[in-house]
């Protein structure tokens, strides 16, 4: 899978209240929590996006509440991919699981600035960033996780067993 | 090597064998829990699959408490998904408005876990139940989705940090300030992917609310689990509310606790007898001081309730404390039980009357407020002091609000003074 887009960059320890605030929280309609994808930081990011843009940011990306809401607003936005230094576990588990595609890269969130064009080729491994001319190596997942992720997400791997 | 609590438990649940941490695990569940609003997200996956069958209705467990009773059209839409699901699939633990509490509150109260049971919920504050001695933790809708119909979920087995905790703890300082010191010291990510284990002479004496507390928080660390090792305070907890499993239960995990030669990631130990209660600063939970350091501190609103801290000793606190006095002019104090029966209890002990004459609201259980549904939102500027778990920016309402963590004792003398007091300044 390729994925080509801005980045938008965001701290450490974005929380799932601010991903998608819990007053949203009464559908289960991806396109209407994808048009409060980080409200809780900043009510106009989704009208400044572009479809297959990415999410970069630092530690603990999607901590607090295990609302898998927080995934499905961020994919239902339009946005392809974030990358982080690290991830909470319930948000990691909840990306994994709803495939969408999440990236621990501790050096490359560091060193992307805000409107870089980053290109992803999940899977040859690789990140690049266009703007800057650099490349970094995409480490697989633990064999478990990667079928999961192969398979396009946690039901769909269920329903191949 | 001996075995972690952790690995002890998940090795029950696997056919693997030989289970370590750092092991991915196919994991057979006990219980499956979600609410009000992971449920109806589980629910529309559940209804992608082609097999449509619970793998056991009576493993399933389904609380509307968030948004209820319900605050607006959409959250009613929501619990009524969830109530015909329950109807239709003969899920015996749904729990109606005016029988429910909140998840975490209600399922110890009602028996619902036992010492090694492995739970899973769709809410982060699943690990609530590690103070009971069960692995216990917060997965995503489809996981429980999944859950439903294989009976099993995903796991890697966590590492394991000790907390060892040595003194004796001053008045007015409970489970919640050791949380809350504890994650101030690790941090919000300190504990990520792992299971947090507390032991030490100060937890042996805990009652199980203040260890319900502690546990609850493992979370807002980044935890996986909060783990205590089960003892004589455990098991007269299950014999209370379970006593038909009881007996099954304690033959089987008599001792259940950490072998002395587990392998541990980290241990840290603290001796608490100088520790004082902890309020928690905008906008992270471990932003943490003593409350003699917090001064001057104008409060708008008071919660004491949640997940955290709604169960009968917290209610007691704030009713000693609150006795024949007043809530400040400028406060809105609203008190919410965990529970139905812990309502009925604080009625019974004629602490509801305390509250109601204080100038308080004293509402029926639900998580309302802890996560700006409803039931106490704050507007623009306002501040609150709340005896929840978390205060990240928003979380309470408005964005430009503000949300300090606190024990119940703490949050009842602030609503008396208007500001964020030591417990000693109104008694």
Same mark, same amino acid.
């Given at each position: 899978?390729?994925?080509?887009?801005?980045?938008?960059?965001?701290?450490?320890?974005?929380?799932?209240?601010?991903?998608?605030?819990?007053?949203f929280?009464n559908t289960t309609d991806p396109k209407e929590l994808g048009s409060h994808?980080?409200?809780?930081?900043?009510?106009?990011?989704?009208?400044?996006?572009?479809?297959?843009?990415?999410?970069?940011?630092?530690?603990?990306?999607?901590?607090?509440?295990?609302?898998?809401h927080?995934?499905v607003a961020?994919?239902g936005?339009?946005?392809?991919?974030?990358?982080?230094?690290?991830?909470?576990?319930?948000?990691?588990?909840?990306?994994?699981?709803?495939?969408?595609?999440?990236?621990?890269?501790?050096?490359?969130?560091?060193?992307?600035?805000?409107?870089?064009?980053?290109?992803?080729?999940?899977?040859?491994?690789?990140?690049?960033?266009?703007?800057?001319?650099?490349?970094?190596?995409?480490?697989?997942?633990?064999?478990?996780?990667?079928?999961?992720?192969?398979?396009?997400?946690?039901?769909?791997?269920?329903?191949?067993? | 090597?001996?075995?972690?609590?952790?690995?002890?438990?998940?090795?029950?649940?696997?056919? !693997?064998?030989?289970? *370590?941490?750092?092991?991915?695990?196919?994991?057979?569940?006990?219980?499956?829990?979600?609410?009000?609003?992971?449920?109806?997200?589980?629910?529309?996956?559940?209804?992608?699959?082609?097999?449509?069958?619970?793998?056991?209705?009576?493993?399933?467990?389904?609380?509307?408490?968030?948004?209820?009773?319900?605050?607006?059209?959409k959250?009613?839409? !929501?619990?009524?998904?969830?109530?015909?699901?329950?109807?239709?699939?003969?899920?015996?633990?749904?729990?109606?408005?005016?029988?429910?509490?909140?998840?975490?509150?209600?399922?110890?109260?009602?028996?619902? &876990?036992?010492?090694?049971?492995?739970?899973? =919920?769709?809410?982060?504050?699943?690990?609530?139940?590690?103070?009971?001695?069960?692995?216990?933790?917060?997965?995503?809708?489809?996981?429980?989705?999944?859950?439903?119909?294989?009976?099993?979920?995903?796991?890697?087995?966590?590492?394991?940090?000790?907390? &060892? %905790?040595?003194?004796?703890?001053?008045?007015?300082?409970? =489970?919640?300030?050791?949380?809350?010191?504890?994650? =101030?010291?690790?941090?919000?990510?300190?504990?990520?992917?792992?299971?947090?284990?507390?032991?030490?002479?100060?937890?042996?004496?805990?009652?199980?609310?203040?260890?319900?507390?502690?546990?609850?928080?493992?979370?807002?660390?980044?935890?996986?689990?909060?783990?205590?090792?089960?003892?004589?305070?455990?098991?007269?907890?299950?014999?209370?509310?379970?006593?038909?499993?009881?007996?099954?239960?304690?033959?089987?995990?008599?001792?259940?606790?950490?072998?002395?030669?587990?392998?541990?990631?980290?241990?840290?130990?603290?001796?608490?007898?100088?520790?004082?209660?902890?309020?928690?600063?905008?906008?992270?939970?471990?932003?943490?001081?003593?409350?003699?350091? &917090?001064?001057?501190?104008?409060?708008? !609103?008071?919660?004491?309730?949640?997940?955290?801290?709604?169960?009968?000793?917290?209610?007691?606190?704030?009713?000693?404390?609150?006795?024949?006095?007043?809530?400040?002019?400028?406060?809105?104090?609203?008190?919410?039980?965990?529970?139905?029966?812990? %309502?009925?209890?604080?009625?019974?002990?004629?602490?509801?009357?305390?509250?109601?004459?204080?100038?308080?609201?004293?509402?029926?259980?639900?998580?309302?407020?802890?996560?700006?549904?409803?039931? =106490?939102?704050?507007?623009?500027?306002?501040?609150?002091?709340?005896?929840?778990?978390?205060?990240?920016?928003?979380?309470?309402?408005?964005? *430009?609000?503000?949300?300090?963590?606190?024990?119940?004792?703490?949050?009842?003398?602030?609503?008396?003074?208007?500001?964020?007091?030591?417990?000693?300044? &109104?008694?």
């Amino acid at each position: 899978m390729k994925i080509r887009g801005k980045a938008w960059k965001f701290g450490n320890d974005i929380n799932t209240d601010e991903i998608i605030p819990a007053r949203f929280l009464n559908t289960t309609d991806p396109k209407e929590l994808g048009s409060h994808c980080m409200a809780g930081i900043d009510e106009e990011f989704v009208k400044r996006i572009k479809k297959g843009d990415i999410i970069v940011a630092g530690k603990n990306f999607g901590c607090g509440s295990s609302r898998e809401h927080a995934p499905v607003a961020i994919k239902g936005a339009g946005i392809s991919c974030v990358i982080a230094e690290s991830f909470a576990r319930i948000f990691f588990r909840n990306a994994i699981n709803i495939g969408l595609p999440i990236i621990e890269l501790p050096s490359a969130s560091k060193e992307i600035e805000e409107g870089d064009l980053l290109e992803i080729d999940l899977d040859r491994g690789v990140l690049k960033n266009v703007t800057r001319k650099k490349e970094y190596q995409i480490s697989k997942f633990p064999g478990f996780m990667q079928e999961i992720i192969n398979a396009g997400g946690l039901l769909e791997w269920v329903m191949k067993r | 090597m001996g075995k972690t609590m952790a690995e002890k438990i998940l090795q029950a649940h696997t056919t !693997q064998k030989d289970v *370590k941490a750092g092991d991915f695990i196919w994991a057979k569940v006990d219980l499956m829990l979600g609410n009000d609003i992971t449920a109806p997200l589980a629910i529309r996956q559940y209804e992608k699959l082609k097999k449509k069958k619970l793998v056991d209705p009576n493993k399933v467990v389904l609380v509307p408490d968030h948004f209820t009773p319900n605050k607006d059209i959409k959250s009613a839409q !929501q619990c009524k998904l969830l109530r015909e699901f329950a109807k239709s699939h003969k899920i015996r633990h749904y729990y109606e408005v005016g029988r429910v509490g909140i998840e975490h509150a209600l399922l110890p109260e009602l028996g619902l &876990v036992c010492p090694g049971d492995l739970v899973i =919920g769709a809410d982060s504050h699943t690990c609530t139940y590690g103070a009971l001695g069960a692995f216990a933790t917060g997965v995503g809708s489809t996981d429980l989705a999944v859950a439903w119909i294989t009976g099993h979920v995903w796991l890697k087995v966590p590492e394991t940090m000790r907390f &060892v %905790y040595h003194g004796t703890l001053q008045k007015w300082v409970s =489970g919640k300030d050791l949380i809350l010191y504890t994650i =101030g010291d690790i941090g919000v990510d300190g504990a990520l992917y792992k299971a947090m284990e507390f032991t030490g002479e100060v937890i042996d004496k805990l009652p199980m609310d203040g260890r319900l507390t502690m546990a609850n928080m493992a979370i807002e660390a980044g935890g996986k689990a909060g783990l205590f090792p089960v003892d004589k305070i455990t098991w007269n907890y299950i014999k209370k509310v379970n006593p038909k499993r009881y007996p099954r239960s304690y033959r089987k995990w008599k001792d259940l606790r950490s072998d002395e030669d587990a392998q541990f990631v980290d241990v840290r130990e603290y001796d608490v007898s100088k520790w004082e209660p902890a309020v928690a600063l905008p906008h992270l939970p471990s932003n943490v001081r003593p409350v003699s350091r &917090v001064k001057n501190v104008r409060i708008d !609103q008071v919660v004491i309730g949640s997940c955290t801290n709604g169960r009968l000793s917290d209610l007691q606190v704030a009713a000693e404390i609150l006795r024949g006095k007043k809530v400040h002019p400028d406060v809105r104090l609203i008190i919410i039980p965990g529970t139905q029966q812990v %309502y009925l209890e604080a009625v019974r002990r004629k602490w509801a009357e305390i509250f109601v004459k204080a100038g308080a609201v004293f509402s029926t259980p639900t998580c309302g407020p802890c996560l700006g549904g409803h039931m =106490g939102v704050l507007a623009d500027g306002e501040r609150c002091l709340a005896t929840t778990n978390r205060n990240f920016v928003g979380r309470m309402g408005s964005l *430009k609000s503000e949300v300090y963590l606190s024990n119940p004792a703490v949050a009842a003398a602030s609503a008396i003074k208007g500001k964020i007091v030591h417990p000693d300044e &109104v008694m």
